[in-house]
């Protein structure tokens, strides 16, 4: 950074503000956390507020494997379960035995259900990175998935186990019976092990697991074991999937083989992936769309899990780092002012993207509706899924605006290019 | 008994040979490319239903040939617009990217197919029983099935081994850029590889069709399967692939055909000592655990020797 005067006053050079904002964007998180349930306080909306409240602390647990070891895990949805699980069993025998433990220390047993199988399997598991890791995860997620269908008098078969988060003894005269109480006590547990798992990338531990990362090599070189901090890194993953099981057990009150299913962890994964693995707040951008897309998107289709799998293959070709990693490309255009000689290149995109878009929705709804032979409705218009007129008009926003897309995604690029030679020449662009 | 170890074992074989058409395709892209197909099993549900398409519409024995051609020329598509675009990225895109793909291809299945089972018969004119051991009925399609994976195992070995094309392949696993200096088209060769083992998948697919459900979970329930197969052979080897095949089919078929379990051989627990995991492990037959065997195997094979059974590298 040379001579030049930052036109951005809160930039690297005055850390003070740095620190100030660093705060000050917890702090709104949190305000936003206590606020929100003021404002949408329907039934349904607290219910998906607590359904984002447990899949970001999934997201954030996950990505500690993902994002900052480098370990791909398809089997995530294990940890979860157990914690659960655990949960589930730690409820009903508080209640049992009359123990004196309130319902807000239950996600702790939740964590505890995660961390005990991480550190008996994990030594094994974290042997291997990379491609061998995230098969060996599979099989194991796989393993405890089908065992727990065996092994009925502990996971309840297909029916699970259920709970009644009520039964515990009170804390400041809370039942937990009302969802307001629960979103709190979710909420509650979200900020704990969000701020946990922030302090975690700080410590030498968070370090040396994103140099493992990077380069193993080197980290065995300097004195560490690339295994040992795969492994310790595997188990704070794994106690805080459970705390979040723990969160969903008590949200619904049961536990069952679907936490520990397949399916689960691959949602984990697209959370995840989809919001941007590369910074911390990616996984909760990611948690909180594919919640909201997956309890919006139920009702509208009867495919969007197939919408999930391109949006997920969308982002793994074209933006590796995630919705985070799109966001943060243009902090560096921001500080240079460079940001307005893009905005208009992406305004003539928006256009055709929306017509491909719109394209691709009529395509798989017009193929999905065939035989049922429900219409279509695409933002008011009605379509009919048998009517060649459909198939035409998709044709045409499919290909037409796939074709017009292209060239003006190429212009994009080619202003995002002069955008940042601009900033490279200011200083904001390493 | 003797009629259950013969009738397993031809079964287990025969499973086993078909896991084997499946995870030589996934081994050679794998030690070729650096790429683990997630979406392998799902070429080789596709295989099923194309098979299952087009023998309504053309007949059994054009579909056997076509279904896979189609599997094969959406494989080169995925590797020639996917995976190549996505290689810059690192191995672990390319995982993800196919992983992202089986997703798709197991909704798009399912919505067009549906996600009942499909009535995906066994041809008329192999509709009988080959032999008869022990008053059981052996079908001849299940022979069939054993002879096309026979033939294909060894014509691959052949091609791999003994042409010019094999030596190509073999050279371009090791030595991408010195076969490239030597004028070939490395990358026609990598989109070749990719093609053909996703027809040999879909292969799989078009004969397993009709012995097996064709419905749009088959591969979710064997995609993870594969990965124990290659994981256990050893990443890469192909030898070792055709080893672990032929155990997990035999071990998998023997588990389900056993019915006995730890309460049957020695008499049942005490039962007043109520519901536990211990009563659980007491009472759950061998058949209950069959799914579970291949995953277990995993965990042994990893904790003795983790580079697998032919193994040779460690990661």
Redesign the interface.
């Known amino acids: 950074m040379n001579a030049k005067v930052p036109p951005n006053p809160t930039s690297t050079s005055k850390p003070a503000g740095d620190g100030l904002r660093f705060y000050g964007v917890w702090l709104l998180g949190i305000a936003a956390l206590i606020v929100l349930p003021m404002i949408f306080s329907s039934g349904g909306s607290l219910t998906s507020f607590s359904l984002i409240g447990i899949a970001i602390v999934f997201a954030l647990s996950y990505n500690i494997l993902l994002g900052q070891t480098?370990l791909?895990s398809?089997g995530h949805a294990v940890h979860y379960g157990l914690g659960g699980f655990a949960a589930c069993h730690m409820m009903n025998a508080v209640v049992a035995h009359k123990w004196p433990i309130p319902l807000p220390f239950i996600p702790l047993f939740g964590g505890l259900g995660g961390l005990v199988f991480a550190i008996i399997i994990g030594w094994?598991?974290t042997?291997?990175?990379?491609?061998?890791f995230?098969?060996?995860s599979?099989?194991?997620?796989?393993?405890v998935a089908?065992?727990s269908l065996?092994?009925?008098?502990?996971f309840g078969g297909e029916a699970g186990i259920t709970t009644d988060r009520t039964a515990l003894p009170k804390i400041f005269g809370w039942s937990f019976g009302p969802q307001l109480q629960v979103y709190y006590l979710i909420a509650f547990w979200l900020v704990l092990s969000a701020i946990a798992m922030y302090a975690l990338t700080r410590t030498p531990l968070g370090r040396i697991s994103n140099a493992v990362r990077d380069n193993p090599e080197r980290v065995q070189f300097i004195g560490y074991d690339p295994h040992v901090v795969r492994y310790l890194a595997f188990c704070f993953a794994g106690s805080f999937a459970g705390v979040a099981g723990g969160l969903a057990a008590i949200n619904f009150e049961i536990a069952n083989s679907a936490y520990l299913g397949?399916i689960q962890s691959?949602l984990v994964?697209f959370s995840t992936?989809i919001g941007g693995t590369a910074y911390f707040f990616g996984p909760i951008l990611g948690a909180i769309l594919v919640t909201y897309l997956q309890l919006g998107l139920t009702s509208v289709t009867s495919?969007w899990?197939?919408y999930?799998?391109?949006i997920?293959?969308g982002i793994?070709?074209f933006s590796?780092g995630g919705i985070a990693g799109l966001l943060m490309m243009h902090r560096p255009l921001v500080r240079a002012g460079t940001l307005r000689t893009v905005i208009p290149s992406y305004l003539v995109a928006i256009v055709p993207t929306l017509a491909l878009a719109c394209g691709v929705i009529l395509t798989?709804e017009t193929?999905?509706r065939y035989s049922g032979g429900e219409a279509i409705n695409l933002f008011g218009i009605g379509f009919k899924p048998q009517s060649p007129l459909t198939w035409i008009s998709a044709a045409i926003l499919l290909v037409g605006g796939g074709f017009v897309a292209r060239l003006t995604w190429r212009r994009i690029a080619e202003a995002w290019d002069r955008a940042a030679t601009v900033a490279r020449d200011r200083g904001y662009l390493a | 008994m003797l009629e259950l170890i013969v009738i397993s074992t031809l079964n287990g074989v025969l499973f086993g040979m078909l896991l084997f058409l499946l995870s030589s395709g996934l081994t050679v892209i794998?030690s070729m490319m650096?790429v683990?197909n997630f979406a392998h099993a799902s070429f080789y549900m596709l295989g099923a239903f194309f098979g299952f398409q087009l023998t309504k519409w053309i007949g059994f024995w054009p579909a056997l040939v076509l279904a896979p051609l189609l599997v094969g020329a959406i494989g080169m598509a995925v590797e020639r617009y996917?995976l190549r675009?996505?290689h810059k990225?690192g191995?672990?895109?390319e995982?993800?990217?196919t992983?992202?793909?089986a997703?798709?291809i197991e909704?798009?299945v399912s919505?067009?197919w549906g996600k009942s089972p499909v009535d995906y018969r066994v041809p008329a004119l192999l509709d009988f029983p080959a032999f008869t051991i022990f008053s059981t009925n052996y079908p001849a399609y299940k022979l069939f099935m054993l002879g096309v994976s026979v033939v294909i195992f060894v014509a691959l070995l052949i091609v791999l081994k003994r042409t010019r094309v094999g030596l190509i392949v073999q050279a371009a696993l090791t030595h991408p850029h010195m076969v490239g200096h030597l004028g070939h088209n490395v990358g026609r060769v990598f989109m070749a590889v990719f093609g053909v083992g996703s027809a040999l998948a879909g292969l799989a697919g078009v004969i397993a069709g009709p012995a097996l459900v064709t419905q749009s979970d088959m591969a979710?329930a064997l995609g993870?399967i594969l990965?124990?197969v290659?994981?256990f052979g050893g990443?890469g080897s192909l030898p070792g692939a055709f080893i672990a095949s032929l155990v997990i089919g035999l071990v998998q078929t023997f588990a389900v055909a056993l019915d006995g379990s730890l309460a049957s051989a020695f008499g049942p627990l005490d039962p007043s000592a109520g519901?536990?995991?211990l009563?659980?492990?007491w009472n759950?037959t061998i058949a209950?655990?069959a799914?579970?065997v291949?995953?277990?195997l995993?965990?042994i094979i990893?904790?003795v020797r983790?580079m697998g059974l032919m193994g040779t590298r460690?990661?």
């Open positions: 480098g791909l398809f094994v598991m042997k291997r990175a990379g491609t061998v995230a098969m060996i599979l099989g194991i997620g796989e393993l089908s065992s065996i092994l009925r008098s502990v397949a691959g994964l992936f495919v899990q197939l999930f799998g391109i997920f293959i793994v070709m590796p798989i193929v999905a | 794998f650096g683990l996917g675009n996505t990225h191995h672990v895109a995982l993800l990217l992983f992202g793909l997703f798709a909704e798009i919505m067009i979710a993870p990965f124990v290659i994981v990443l519901p536990s995991v009563t659980d492990i759950v209950q655990v799914p579970i291949p995953y277990l995993l965990v990893l904790i983790p460690e990661s």
